[in-house]
């Protein structure tokens, strides 16, 4: 098993999507055709790379060692659980390029854009590939920034908005990461992927809460998510697959790296480890039900088909944080978590991304993405209206789907953590589970019914001709949630179990995930359930336009906090430095001028400091006005600095819940309690 | 290289620049053109003879020569070690580059016949002052180069010029007066001010201190340390561009060199650590980074805004010195070359921008990257590197000040970087962002332009274009030249001893 291969191929792996990309700004405007057959070969040469190294890291390690690069040495190296997510990746990005061919072809400046899009393929390869902290810190940051242009590609006020605040929120994230890194190498002085919480002295809090907000940032955890609904709609849809499908799985990634591989103790650890262990765990579980009820919730009460989507890819990465919560607390007992959310990353970047690509298409032929104005696309585009179902239904948990297979697991996996620690916090979690698995149907149920249902709008109503390519990427979507779905032990003990077994959990809980029972009467009986609760929900709810109900805009999170919080921060902190700057400038200034006037009056010497003092009296004077003048000053240009003005919030683009959404679960709540089980 | 030749090396690098100030003078009476090729050629000529040396310094061999002393003790000596090589170096070629740069530049400008003697001799006494080899000799080329620098901040002779010179100047003085004064305290204590001793302050007495706070005037001043840098906003931008970038990317460093002088020959590391005057050294050092990163934020001049974020930066070389361990020294000489390096590339691109459009404005210049895309492309990418994104230079130098930082246990200070980072990300940002992806409208042949100019000349863009090349080569590469020299310097300051 633990066999390690010494060899560059991670390296070129990373190396020649990041070289194309350069090569393919290069290559003028006009000669469209070579720039598509560069782009899908190095998609597929990743893909045929990566696919090519599965027996390898199946027996063990692939590692590359750069050591003189960067002066610090750059670690690559590959396991069965990095594999996975460069599977995903690179497959992923296959379709999306072949995706692009057709989408893409009205729009404008596709130098830049294959150009980054390739380019951020060997990042995001390099995210996966590093063997430590800093050389996935360095591809973090490179990720980024490549991907910030794909989501500004549109150049238009909503997108550069949108553009500036992924950019400011991930170069906040970017620093607390590299906090973490430092520290983090201060105190064991080595930045290895490996268990190391003894070594981490007093600041082991610290250094968590520093890694989770770098990657919770990337990962959209409420309440750091207040960029990804923004971001991910405005991009070119096939950036937007990738962005929700897989570059959020970026810091799904770091969040498994850290909370499961660093953050456990080398040896047998002390109590007062897994007591730290098991807080850390159980907080990580409710931020991801936190993030999933949230993401559910807004995702329910949006009009925009890309920002549903966008959401709920929010409320996906709730799940998937909540399965690794329950996996660390569960200690080494905590397989079945573990493996659940992988799955789920795996399944959530197949159908999210499949998704994108579908609302993509419907885009793509009728330019229109508000729900109000499509309708009854299913007569006019049946292929696409078939792979949605199917890939809806894999994203809902239906049996049969993909989505089934890992939400099983997490839920199993929090009932069993509930039997083995008897905590009524974590029933009280399951339940919530439960409810947002059904709002999770509500919302699929409201955006089919808004798409593809209905009478077709009249400006809309002509033939639509679907692309080869674009069909064929729908039609493997779509396959591959059924694939996934119909065999859902396949995938789980092949890969994901060996996945489990390098990170050490016991035997007995890896035991209990071969042949794990999925089409047994349990868990069809609770989406039998939830399908229900969804309908019991969705039916009046949508009769009544609740749906449609928009949050007063008083109560957005950004209006509340992340604006002005800052604000008020950066415009004290500047005002102070400012007006210390131009005190000191203008001290200088006036003593200077008394030391002149002094020789003036040098004969007459009694009147001397007298004047001096006038004239520092009036200085002082003329500095306070002068203080005042600039703080005005500053205020305004504060306004100006901060793109997102005040006047504009419009209802649509609030992206947060308030007091009466809360309400209203509170009712749904004690429906369930009382119902349920 | 033998020692006689090493000196007579050391005595062309300084003194042919100074030679030719005369010569370049007479010869652009005649002929502009043959002006402007003997400046390139004679600072790639210096440039040249300055990397013969690094033959002698790679050995590890210092050499100590005193010509003559004026009063007993009180010589006129020159020194090659790593530090003055590696700052020399550094500033030479910086100086080439910038030299490359004027033709174009200043080929529309006013005044070359005086811009381009003056350039050169301020090359001669900024090397002199590196490889001085005493403080007093260091103090003669320090103030030469103070003086005649000022002709290139006034060389626009508008009125904010000249008013932006008059505070130069006066501040200059005060600066220089300080110094004196530190250099007599020195004598007065120790019996030398040659660097060739080692620790000539070897207690921390009242008038050590005293000397040490008189040096920290006179070089920090140089250096745009809080409460000093007054001077510093006002005379780099109006300056013309290739002046601000040596101004901003060489004469700057100047002042850090003398601080690490004072602080590893004047006194000593155990002296300042015993006394707890590095902590001085490291409160105004935080105060700079926040000051000059914060108040960045809030120019709109696009030079002004420059001339900020190099006060700010200059306050992670003097935190790195004051941490005074092997990384945080590392860090502290690595950033030396690397704000070198990223500053001049700023300056230029800035410079090209504002002689291109007449703009100087940051919110006017939406659109840039679309006409001037190679100017704009080694501006973000040396504005990227200062905000130190891996894997350019700015990220090395930050990176290992912070591993310095920690193993003092002054996480305080990694935060302070990491805030500074931020800021600089804040005020960079919104210059590159709107200047690519900023519309301004359409046409029908596509995106409109807004400024109608063309990309800037050759020789104008070559040097930015080395310069951005190097910010990503020494960040990224294996083979990292500056960094070597940085971890040499360390290693000659911190565990070779002083002589």
């Not at chain 1, 893909?47 to 390898?56: D, F, M, N, T």
């Not at chain 1, 610090?72 to 460069?86: E, K």
């Amino acid at each position: 098993m633990e066999t390690t291969f010494s060899t560059f191929i991670p390296l070129y792996l990373i190396l020649i999507p990041m070289l194309t990309g350069i090569v393919l700004y290069f290559l003028p405007e006009s000669k469209m055709l070579i720039r598509k057959a560069v782009s899908i070969t190095a998609a597929l040469f990743s893909l045929a790379g990566v696919i090519w190294l599965l027996p390898y890291v199946l027996m063990g390690e692939v590692c590359c060692d750069l050591i003189e690069f960067m002066q610090f040495g750059l670690y690559l190296s590959i396991d069965v659980i990095s594999w996975v997510f460069a599977l995903l990746i690179t497959m992923a990005y296959f379709l999306a390029v072949l995706f692009s061919f057709s989408y893409m072809d009205h729009e404008h400046n596709l130098r830049r854009y294959y150009s980054f899009l390739i380019f951020t393929l060997g990042a995001l390869l390099g995210v996966v590939f590093a063997g430590d902290f800093f050389s996935l810190f360095i591809f973090f940051e490179i990720m980024t920034f490549s991907s910030f242009v794909l989501v500004i590609h549109k150049q238009d006020r909503e997108a550069l908005q949108a553009g500036s605040l992924y950019l400011y929120m991930a170069i906040l994230g970017g620093l607390s990461l590299l906090f973490a890194i430092l520290l983090l190498y201060g105190n064991t002085g080595h930045l290895d992927m490996i268990p190391a919480l003894e070594n981490l002295g007093t600041q082991r809090l610290a250094i968590l809460v520093l890694f989770m907000i770098g990657f919770g940032i990337k990962a959209g955890l409420v309440p750091l998510h207040i960029w990804l609904p923004l971001a991910h709609p405005v991009a070119p849809s096939p950036a937007s697959a990738l962005l929700s499908g897989i570059m959020i799985k970026a810091g799904a990634y770091g969040i498994l790296r850290v909370s499961l591989v660093l953050f456990r103790p080398a040896g047998e650890g002390s109590t007062a480890d897994w007591i730290f262990i098991f807080n850390s765990g159980y907080i990580l579980m409710w931020i991801g039900i936190v993030t999933m009820v949230a993401g559910a919730l807004m995702a329910l009460l949006q009009s925009n088909t890309k920002r549903i989507l966008a959401y709920s890819s929010i409320s996906q990465m709730g799940y998937i944080a909540a399965g690794f919560g329950v996996a660390v607390f569960m200690g080494l007992e905590g397989a079945m978590g573990f493996t659940g959310s992988l799955y789920h990353i795996a399944n959530h970047a197949v159908f999210k991304a499949g998704l994108f690509s579908m609302i993509g298409v419907v885009y793509m032929l009728t330019h229109e993405l508000d729900m109000s104005r499509l309708g009854g696309m299913a007569k006019k585009m049946p292929l696409v209206t078939v792979t949605f179902v199917i890939a809806a239904l894999g994203i809902a948990g239906m049996p049969g789907f993909n989505g089934f297979a890992s939400k099983t697991l997490i839920h199993d996996a929090m009932l069993e953590s509930y039997k083995h620690f008897d905590l009524y916090g974590i029933f009280i979690a399951e339940r919530f589970f439960f409810i947002t698995s059904a709002l999770t149907i509500c919302y699929f149920l409201k955006l089919f019914q808004g798409v593809f249902l209905g009478p077709v709008p009249e400006k809309l109503d002509r033939d639509y001709k679907l692309p080869i390519s674009a069909g064929f990427i729908t039609v493997v979507f779509a396959a591959l949630v059924l694939v996934v779905g119909i065999f859902p032990n396949l995938l789980l003990e092949r890969l994901l179990v060996p996945g489990a077994q390098l990170l050490g959990f016991s035997d007995y809980s890896i035991a209990g995930l071969y042949g794990f029972g999925y089409f047994e009467w349990y868990p069809l009986r609770k989406t039998l359930l939830v399908t229900l609760l969804a309908l019991f929900i969705y039916l009046p709810a949508s009769a009544r336009g609740w749906f449609d109900w928009t949050p007063p805009p008083r109560l957005c999170i950004q209006r509340l906090i992340i604006q002005p919080i800052p604000q008020l921060v950066l415009s004290f902190f500047l005002r102070e430095t400012s007006i210390n700057d131009m005190a000191l400038g203008q001290f200088y200034e006036h003593s200077a001028n008394e030391n002149k006037h002094s020789d003036y009056y040098s004969s007459d010497v009694d009147e001397a400091p007298e004047l001096a003092h006038d004239e520092a009296a009036q200085s002082a004077y003329y500095m306070i006005g002068k203080g005042l003048d600039r703080d005005r000053q500053m205020r305004e240009q504060l306004r100006s600095f901060f793109w997102w003005d005040q006047q504009q919030w419009n209802i649509k683009n609030l992206n947060f819940d308030n007091l009466l959404l809360a309400i209203v679960l509170g009712v749904v709540l004690f429906i369930v309690f009382s119902y349920g089980s | 290289m033998g020692e006689a030749t090493a000196i007579t090396v050391i005595l062309f690098v300084i003194f042919f620049p100074i030679i030719m100030t005369p010569v370049l003078m007479s010869v652009s009476a005649r002929s502009e053109k043959l002006r402007n090729i003997l400046a390139v050629i004679t600072s790639a000529v210096t440039f040249l003879a300055v990397i013969s040396l690094y033959s002698m310094v790679v050995r590890g061999d210092i050499l100590q020569h005193t010509f003559f002393e004026l009063l007993p003790n009180l010589e006129i000596s020159i020194r090659l070690d790593v530090l003055s090589f590696s700052l020399a170096v550094i500033a030479s070629f910086i100086w080439f580059l910038c030299t490359v740069y004027s033709i174009d530049y200043m080929a529309e400008e006013h005044g070359g016949s005086r811009y381009y003697p003056v350039l050169m001799f301020t090359l001669g006494s900024c090397l002199g002052i590196f490889l001085a080899g005493d403080f007093f000799t260091l103090f003669v080329f320090f103030e030469l180069m103070s003086l005649i620098s000022y002709i290139l901040v006034v060389h626009e002779e508008t009125e904010q010029a000249l008013k932006a010179g008059y505070k130069y100047l006066v501040m200059t003085i005060i600066g220089g007066l300080a110094l004196f004064f530190g250099i007599i305290i020195t004598f007065e204590i120790g019996g030398t001010v040659s660097l060739g001793v080692g620790s000539i302050i070897d207690e921390g007495t009242l008038l050590g201190l005293l000397a040490f706070v008189c040096f920290l005037i006179g070089f920090g001043m140089k250096a745009g340390m809080f409460p000093l840098h007054v001077w510093l906003p006002d005379a780099h931008p109006v300056a013309p561009s290739p002046a601000s970038a040596l101004l901003s990317g060489v004469m700057l460093k100047t002042g850090a060199y003398g601080m690490f002088r004072v602080v590893f020959n004047a006194f000593s590391v155990e002296v300042l650590q015993t006394t707890n005057w590095d902590i001085v050294l490291g409160v105004l050092a935080v105060i700079t980074i926040l000051l000059g990163s914060a108040v960045a934020l809030t120019q709109n001049d696009l030079k002004r805004r420059l001339a900020y974020s190099s006060v700010g930066q200059m306050g992670y070389v003097l935190l790195g010195l004051s941490v005074l361990n092997d990384n945080a020294i590392t860090g502290a000489m690595f950033h030396i070359f690397s704000h070198a390096i990223m500053k001049s590339c700023l300056f230029l691109a800035a410079g090209a921008i504002i002689w291109k459009t007449g703009k100087r404005s940051i919110s006017e210049l939406g659109g840039i990257g679309r006409e001037m895309p190679y100017t704009m492309a080694c501006f973000s990418i040396a504005a990227l590197a200062m905000i130190g994104i891996p894997p350019l230079n700015g990220f090395l130098s930050k990176w290992t000040l912070g591993l310095g930082a920690l193993d003092a246990n002054a996480t305080v200070y990694v935060l302070v970087l990491l805030i500074s980072s931020l800021l600089n990300a804040l005020y960079y940002l919104p210059i590159i962002v709107p200047a690519f992806f900023e519309m301004v409208g359409e046409n029908e042949h596509g995106p409109a332009l807004r400024f109608n100019v063309r990309d800037a000349k050759p020789l104008m863009l070559i040097p930015m274009v080395i310069l951005a090349i190097f910010t990503v080569i020494f960040g990224l590469s294996p083979i990292n030249f500056p960094f070597d020299l940085s971890q040499m310097t360390m290693d000659f300051l911190l565990h070779g001893g002083n002589l």
